[in-house]
């Protein structure tokens, strides 16, 4: 079901795609390093306007869960400028329509702050990698407890889920993947640049199923 109106969708699909720039200069180092290991059949949810994209081998058999339609136009132009073939469906990450063990890797960047349900969205990235599948992940989550800026991303959230299409600002969501059932989690926590104070935490790593 869509959350917001389809006047808002268009508009946020505009801002993700003149709007990011910045940041994605800032992490481009960190995206490069953590998407070295990906191949094969690649599934991203949300992948917006296809800022990843160019990180991927072109020989990538790439699929992406894109529920906000406004997003696909980018998403095609961005595919077209690497050279990419892609797959995009609509959908939700907390069911995705895709057969059980069957992806090589998933990634997701900046979208598990906005999914409904954090822990079905993973269990479901859980089934649909294949065994020694690797899910590849930068998020931005909550800052340390009884931080002041903990105490303001608290304060905000209501109001900053309805500006930022349902992202949620105070999401410990490294909590979540620990306990969902990867058999090995590596990740750090840092600070971004260029973006909003309330989104500088981040987290970026690589989760593996077991084999």
Known sequence: MQRTPSWYQRFFAWTMAHGNADYE??????????FAGVHGKVLEIGPGTGPNLVYYPRDTHWMGIEPNLYMHSYLKQAAERVGLDIEIRNGTAERL?????????????????SVDDLEATLKEILRVL?????????????????????????WIAPLWQVLGDGCHPNRE?????????????????????????????????VATKKS
């Open 130 to 154: 294949k065994s020694g599948g690797r899910f590849y992940f930068l998020e931005h989550v909550a800052a340390p407890q009884n931080t002041r800026l903990r105490k303001i991303q608290n």
């Open 97 to 113: 329509e895709i057969e059980d063990n069957s992806i090589d890797a998933v990634v997701s960047t900046l979208v598990l702050c």
């Open 173 to 205: 969501t490294w909590s979540v993947l620990e306990k969902v059932g990867f058999e090995k989690l590596d990740y750090e926590h840092f600070q971004a640049d260029a973006v909003p104070a309330l989104m500088k935490p981040q987290i970026i790593g």
């Open 25 to 34: 200069a800032a992490v481009r180092d960190r995206k490069q390093k953590l």
